[in-house]
């Protein structure tokens, strides 16, 4: 087999696992963007506006490097390496974007591209960049990506998905995003603004505290969390996780006036799972100072 039908299978591969699996696409997002590189003294946020004909995702992350190009232009590569966090969703990261998409034009200084895909093809359109006109950016962005729904129905899922499905607990798992913003903007839902983050807190080792703000339009609301994480090493080995033989288990209680709340929790690996009960017995031994 030459480089050429090699490259041409890879793809038609890839596209077969777009349309048989759900990849969960705006998850994949926002754990790249957790991932990705920010400057010091940044907090790092991730805007999702949805509008009727397509989705803008706007980032404050340093922007795009000439490997990061190469990388989401081929399949099964990607610049994170065996970095623990990094989904590993068989090789097909980014492009699971296609799950809705036709279209997804990505635009971070000095790059301005765009990839194309159609039921029809062989998947070679979501690994060939085409170059596309620069769009405006509102300060503070460094990359933005619009994805180009294939029909409304694809626009109703991702709708429905903000506002019934992600946990606003997803923050907790995550290393640097600090916000993530909803800004909802279609013909068969009011307008809404929702956005979540973390509030600095007392993160003192017999604390442990975060806290997630929920602002929707006017209406404010914290909520509380006990968390502990936990490093787990010598992992078996599995061909999801290529070269990781450890990870980070987080745990975290919410709390509503100093009481833990007992109520089914959504479980997360990397991607939130499921919601689900346990009944743990937690002893914390709160230390005092001399």
């Given at each position: 087999m030459n480089s050429k039908s090699k490259y041409t299978d890879h793809s038609f591969r890839l596209a077969e696992q777009l349309n048989t699996k759900d990849t969960r696409f705006i998850y994949e997002l926002i754990q790249n963007a957790d991932d990705?590189?920010?400057?010091?003294?940044?907090?790092?946020?991730l805007e999702f506006t949805l509008q009727e004909e397509y989705l803008k995702i706007e980032s404050n992350e340093?922007?795009?490097?000439?490997?990061?190009?190469?990388?989401?232009?081929?399949?099964?590569?990607?610049?994170?390496?065996?970095?623990?966090?990094?989904?590993?969703?068989?090789?097909?990261g980014f492009k699971s974007v296609f799950r809705v998409a036709r279209k997804v034009h990505i635009q971070?200084?000095?790059?301005?591209f765009a990839f194309i895909y159609d039921d029809d093809d062989s998947g070679l359109g979501m690994v060939t960049p085409l170059n596309e006109p620069y769009l405006p950016i509102r300060d503070g962005v460094q990359t933005q990506m619009i994805l180009h729904f294939r029909d409304r129905r694809t626009r109703e899922q991702v709708l429905d998905e903000f506002?019934?499905?992600?946990?606003?607990?997803i923050l907790l798992f995550l290393k640097q995003l600090k916000r993530v913003t909803l800004d909802i903007k279609v013909p068969e839902h009011a307008s809404q603004r929702i956005s979540y983050s973390v509030l600095p807190t007392d993160s003192s080792p017999t604390k442990n505290r975060v806290i997630i703000r929920k602002v929707d339009?006017?209406?404010?609301?914290d909520y509380e969390f006990w968390v502990k994480?936990?490093?787990?090493?010598?992992?078996?080995?599995?061909?999801?996780?290529k070269n990781i033989s450890q990870a980070e288990v987080v745990l975290a209680f919410p709390l509503l006036d100093e009481v833990p709340v007992?109520?089914?929790?959504?479980?997360?690996?990397?991607?939130p799972m499921r919601k689900e009960t346990f009944k743990v017995r937690l002893r914390i031994i709160l230390l005092a100072s001399c």
């Open positions: 990705n590189h920010y400057l010091d003294g940044v907090e790092p946020f340093v922007g795009f490097s000439p490997d990061n190009i190469a990388a989401i232009s081929k399949v099964g590569r990607s610049t994170k390496g065996s970095k623990r966090g990094f989904i590993g969703e068989k090789g097909i971070s200084e000095p790059y301005s506002l019934h499905h992600l946990p606003l607990t339009g006017n209406s404010s609301s994480k936990q490093q787990v090493y010598d992992m078996p080995p599995h061909s999801a996780r007992i109520e089914s929790q959504w479980i997360s690996a990397y991607l």
